[in-house]
């Protein structure tokens, strides 16, 4: 949860914006716009009088009428085409001196630069917040708690995740595929941390039949689990007509569906119990950006960070952060079954080592729902700030026929 130092600085940030807002529209520059929007009913009356007398005057010395006059005064040589014209021309001499008037400019610029400032400060305050703040030991956070569960816990991020929490004391599940690999780490943790507790759930989180499912509540149906790390995941690339339905379906399974149905089990029981605890998903740089060659990786990791955002409003309140992370690039052997790609090639320069992540992933939970790590994540976040998102993939599906990534795989 929050401290009261953390809400306190968030709403200093927030009446500082509202305090450059008031002070802009009190500026000399906008006194006389100020004051012609700032008006009441009467003076809604007054101006609309003033302005059929305006109209009547131009129409007089335009094309010798009044409409106080009737209709007789119209000359005969003047046709509804005539009217319509000149009240065209009054309409656009109006708004044209009106929209060239210096105090318009004035606030038209000002209202840009409000909008550009809360755009970015919307992100950059609370990241740069979070970013000062200490990481967190979870066993402390959540007083009480005992057991973590992280998925893909047997190599790269989830193994580097695994340590940590034992490190902080709280006893861990592994959950993997059961293979050699998963054998190793469970051996090497309990060697590591002979004081702490473990146990290893080898499954396929990728099966569509529901035994991963069945087996994690078997296995952990005597504990209570309060930290709970939704880190698996793997990518499948090439083109997307070009990859088989069913190896399509268990990258959906293992990527999104397995994630929110031990979300559903985790969440569930600690409700139940009224115990307090956390939720955190390791998403990607992905999610934020169309993701050509790699279509379901992108989709599922978007799926992740919007399913993180919308259950974290409905169990803050009641004891359960909910936290979607988005590391850049790890140096890991997560890459090793993917087809080599320019674009992936070029964004593993910037990979940092699974190690380095555990104590940065830490830091947002409880303290913000969404939370990128490295150069590449925050440079796409801010990237879908300059353009829409819908412009953006536009703009992709129009080029990506140029890149060499298509060219090798069409």
């Known amino acids: 949860m929050s401290s009261k130092k953390e809400k306190e600085s968030l709403f200093f940030v927030l009446f500082g ?5 008031f002070l802009c529209l009190k500026h000399k520059k906008f006194s006389s716009f100020h004051t012609t929007i700032k008006f009441s009913q009467q003076q809604q009356h007054h101006r609309k009088v003033l302005l059929r ?8 010395s335009r094309m010798g009428f009044s409409f106080r006059g009737g209709a007789q005064q119209l000359p005969a040589v003047k046709t509804k085409m005539d009217v319509m ?11 044209k001196s009106f929209t060239q008037s210096e105090d318009v400019h004035v606030f038209v610029l000002i209202m840009f630069a409000f909008l550009g400032a809360i755009t970015y400060l919307s992100y950059w305050v609370p990241k740069l917040i979070v970013s000062f703040m200490p990481t967190q030991n979870l066993k402390r956070k959540y007083k009480g708690a005992k057991w973590a569960l992280v998925t893909g816990a047997s190599s790269g991020i989830g193994e580097s995740l695994a340590k940590e929490l034992a490190g902080q004391g709280l006893n861990v599940v592994l959950v993997s595929l059961k293979e050699t690999i998963l054998d190793e780490t469970f051996e090497e943790l309990k060697k590591q941390h002979p004081e702490r507790e473990f146990r290893k759930i080898g499954v396929n989180l990728g099966l569509r039949d529901g035994s991963y499912l069945r087996e994690i509540e078997e296995k952990t149906k005597d504990i209570d689990v309060q930290v709970v790390f939704n880190n698996a995941g793997f990518m499948l690339t090439g083109f997307f007509d070009k990859t088989k339905l069913d190896l399509l379906m268990t990258n959906h399974e293992c990527n999104c569906t397995s994630a929110m149905q031990i979300t559903h089990v985790f969440v569930k029981r600690m409700l139940e119990k009224k115990l307090k605890g956390c939720i955190v998903f390791t998403s990607s740089a992905a999610a934020c950006q169309p993701t050509p060659f790699s279509a379901l990786y992108g989709a599922t990791k978007s799926y992740i960070s919007a399913f993180a955002a919308n259950v974290a409003c409905e169990v803050k309140s009641r004891g359960i952060d909910v936290c979607a992370v988005h590391p850049s690039p790890v140096a890991s052997n997560f890459y090793d079954k993917a087809h080599k790609l320019d674009a992936l090639a070029f ?13 940065e992933m830490l830091r947002p939970i409880g303290r913000i729902v969404w939370y990128d790590i490295g150069f590449v994540a925050i440079a796409f976040r801010n990237l879908l700030k300059m353009f829409d998102y819908g412009f953006f993939a536009t703009l992709i599906s129009w080029t990506a026929h140029t ?4 060219k090798k795989n069409v």
Request: hydrophobic share 40%.
């Open 53 to 60: 007398s305006h109209i009547d005057t131009t129409l007089q």
């Open 403 to 406: 890149m060499g990534d298509y």
């Open 85 to 95: 014209r000149s009240l065209f021309d009054l309409a656009y001499s109006n708004v």
């Open 347 to 359: 964004f593993q320069k910037f990979a940092v080592t699974p190690d380095q992540l555990p104590k």
């Open 17 to 21: 914006c509202f305090l450059s807002l």
